[in-house]
């Protein structure tokens, strides 16, 4: 995190400390997963058939390299493949709005 105010993980003491991390890395998390959503809105975009939304070969590769990043990262890899399907399921569900939304043909 960029704020210098933010106790690292190992040297918290205090609930007040934790939560204010927390909330912080989500503040982060949540801009992140905004911008990944304005990728999924350009593939809706730039897409020639409603065919080609859903994926699953990309769909597996996704899912396989964020587990690969949480097991690398300490990061529980079943929370991650848990985690990672809902996500790429609702930027599947979100692309399909964004192409159904722009008519026949690539905007």
Not at 18 to 39: C, H, K, N, P, Q
Not at 58 to 71: D, G, L, S, Y
Not at 89 to 104: K, T, V, Y
């Amino acid at each position: 995190m960029t704020d210098s105010s933010i106790v690292p993980a190992s040297e918290c003491t205090t609930m007040a400390e934790v939560r204010a991390a927390i909330d912080g890395l989500d503040t982060l998390i949540v801009s992140l997963l905004a911008e990944r959503m304005r990728y999924i809105e350009a593939a809706g975009r730039i897409k020639a058939d409603r065919d080609a939304v859903r994926d699953e070969v990309r769909k597996a590769e996704v899912i396989a390299h964020a587990v690969k990043v949480a097991h690398d990262r300490g990061f529980p890899p079943k929370l991650a493949y848990r985690l990672y399907d809902m996500l790429v399921e609702g930027s599947i569900s979100h692309e399909f709005e964004i192409f159904d939304a722009r008519g026949s043909g690539p905007a």
